[in-house]
């Protein structure tokens, strides 16, 4: 089991700049994948980006916006978010999982999310 906890999250205006932070309780370096999902209210948990040994993917939502990277000695993953707009406004949840990331249902560990409010 790993443990996540997520940090940076808060409130920002459009077109702001925020980078959130998931630490993880062991390494998780390998075959695994680690990411992030986003929940706005009223609607469903959504995959956003992740990031495997050798690759990164994204949600087209964010692509060109934000950016994930990690940084295996501090079993860390970050999530650089640009040009934020309203609708980028959720619950950001770290994510780990065994196998690639794209639906809920993929994750083994969740974090227990940071807040990002988006004011336009």
């Known amino acids: 089991q790993v443990e996540l906890v997520e940090s940076g999250g808060g409130l920002v205006q459009a077109g702001d700049s925020l980078r959130l932070s998931c630490a993880a309780s062991r390494r998780t370096v390998g075959s695994y994948t680690m990411g992030w999902f986003r929940q706005a209210p009223g609607k469903e948990r959504e995959f956003v980006a992740a990031i495997t040994w050798t690759s990164t993917y994204y949600a087209d939502s964010v692509k060109g916006r934000f950016t994930i990277s990690r940084d295996n000695a501090k079993n860390t993953v970050y999530l650089q978010m640009n040009n934020l707009n309203p609708e980028d406004t959720a619950v950001y949840y770290c994510?780990?999982?065994?196998?690639?990331?794209?639906?809920?249902?993929?994750?083994?560990?969740w974090g227990k999310g940071t807040l990002v409010t988006v004011s336009s």
């Open positions: 994510a780990f999982s065994r196998q690639t990331m794209t639906v809920p249902s993929d994750i083994n560990s």
